[in-house]
């Protein structure tokens, strides 16, 4: 029986596979490719790079992912295809008529998981659940519906499920929550005082109330009053408050490893977030010894894992909508309520 592929997402720098790197890939069969703007050019080119890396681990069904969830945050920018506006903007709009707000959150979605869907790639790593406060740092700004728990839960939902409806994969993010965070984690660590207490009434809830998602992302953050020592990402006590106070059974994979908020070598990262007990971990530098050693410091999936990743996988519906009609529709109906 073949072993299990590592419990691991790696990136790659360029175009196209080099021969060194699909020996790479063949060798250490990682679970997931992470794909940047780098990575991206043109459609043809974005289904070929995918079909060659799931060449080379041997499995049809290999998840590549990128990040794509509308606004600041969209790799497929380039001019080939529609872009689409943040999750703030239609956290706005719902906050002006909130089945209004969701109608169009849903439709967009439709759109733009049909548009990944046609380059087979399989997930924008999507919704953000995070609560944006007045202090929040712009590294969630207007990636966040807003500071309203209920709200952020119903457009939540709405990206969640059209996701599925089209058979993309969608990721909340990123539990057990970053609306506090005052840093940037991709240049240091945030720190949350607040009490568990706080946090479940707020930035948990709206994680708590989409526990059914079938992946979310794990923060890079430290709360003082869980674990003072670790960050959320590479902590124990945080994946099980994770499990058993939020109560999400889902696939859980950590934000990229490479980020400065975490310390250590980079293989001792991925070490740590698995030991820990999260399911993934991402590593996508996109260097090749990089990954290498990275893999090296990876496990296979375990049974638990590929239990809820098939469990995910199982929720994949095949719907797709016409990309420019529906865009063109959500567009029509910000103009029609004042929105530019």
Same mark, same amino acid.
């Given at each position: 029986m073949p072993s299990a592929p590592l419990a691991l997402f790696v990136g790659m720098p360029g175009l196209e596979l080099s021969a060194s790197e699909v020996a790479f890939f063949r060798e250490a069969n990682p679970f997931g490719l992470f794909l940047f703007k780098r990575n991206l050019d043109s459609p043809e080119q974005i289904r070929r790079l995918c079909a060659q890396f799931r060449e080379a681990v041997g499995r049809e069904d290999a998840p590549v992912? @990128?990040?794509?969830? /509308?606004g600041r945050v969209q790799r497929l920018d380039n001019g080939n295809w529609p872009l689409f506006r943040s999750? /703030?903007?239609f956290g706005a709009l719902a906050r002006k008529d909130l089945e209004l707000g969701k109608r169009a959150m849903r439709l967009s979605t439709l759109a733009m998981a049909?548009?990944?869907?046609d380059l087979t790639i399989g997930s924008g790593t999507t919704p953000v659940v995070?609560?944006?406060r007045k202090g929040t740092h712009d590294v969630i700004g207007q990636r966040s519906f807003g500071d309203d728990p209920d709200l952020v839960i119903a457009m939540a939902r709405e990206v969640i499920e059209a996701m599925l409806e089209v058979g993309e994969m969608p990721i909340m993010k990123h539990i057990p929550g970053y609306g506090r965070v005052?840093?940037?984690?991709?240049f240091d660590c945030p720190v949350v005082d607040a009490t568990v207490a706080e946090m479940r009434a707020t930035d948990f809830r709206p994680?708590?109330?989409?526990?059914?998602?079938?992946w979310a992302m794990v923060a890079h953050l430290i709360f003082t009053q869980v674990d003072p020592e670790r960050p959320?990402?590479?902590?124990? @006590?945080?994946?099980e408050l994770i499990r058993r106070d939020i109560g999400f059974d889902g696939v859980l994979i950590t934000d990229c490893l490479t980020m400065e908020a975490l310390k250590g070598t980079w293989p001792e990262r991925v070490r740590a977030a698995l030991d820990a007990g999260y399911d993934i971990a991402l590593h996508s530098q996109g260097d090749l010894a990089a990954s290498e050693a990275a893999a090296k410091a990876a496990s296979p999936l375990s049974s638990a894992s590929l239990a809820r990743i098939a469990r995910a996988e199982a929720r994949r519906g095949n719907r797709r909508v016409d990309v420019k009609a529906v865009h063109d529709?959500?567009?029509? @109906?910000f103009r029609e309520n004042g929105f530019a």
């Open positions: 992912y @990128i990040d794509q969830e /509308g999750l /703030g903007s049909s548009m990944m869907a995070d609560l944006a005052s840093v940037d984690p991709h994680f708590a109330a989409l526990k059914d998602a079938p959320a990402s590479v902590s124990p @006590i945080v994946c529709e959500v567009e029509q @109906i």
